[in-house]
Nanobody
Framework: VQLQASGGGLVQAGGSLRLSCSAS????????MGWYRQAPGKQRELVAS???????IYANSVKGRFAMSRDNAKNTVSLQMNSLKPEDTAVYFC???????????WGQGTQVTVSS
């Protein structure tokens, strides 16, 4: 499976963006899908993850502002980002495990910039 992220852009603080991640193959059997982000000079961090049945986990920094969802029929996952802050500025990546959990698969990343 290959992943392609889209939907990033420039937005003012308090605004919203919706990121999408499209998979080239079926994600119906991928228990885990995740969104990570990496800001300049910082390590990549997990923002949100979702299980096959839709259970979500969020980083404390985005709880209550971000919402992750998945559509297995369309092989996509999304990240709705509301009340954006300048500190949310980063490149956002989608991630999953393929081949029975032996292959780490990353999307190419999409830039999110939040101006103050």
């Amino acid at each position: 499976v290959q992943l392609q992220a889209s939907g990033g852009g420039l937005v003012q603080a308090g605004g919203s963006l919706r990121l999408s991640c499209s998979a080239s193959g079926s994600i119906a059997n991928n228990n885990y899908m995740g969104w990570y982000r990496q800001a300049p000079g910082k390590q990549r961090e997990l923002v949100a993850s979702i299980s096959l049945v839709g259970t979500t986990i969020y980083a404390n920094s985005v709880k209550g502002r971000f919402a992750m969802s998945r559509d297995n029929a369309k092989n996509t996952v999304s990240l709705q980002m509301n009340s954006l802050k300048p500190e949310d500025t980063a490149v956002y990546f989608c991630h999953t495990w393929a081949n029975g959990g032996t292959s780490s698969v990353w999307g190419q990343g999409t830039q999110v910039t939040v101006s103050s």
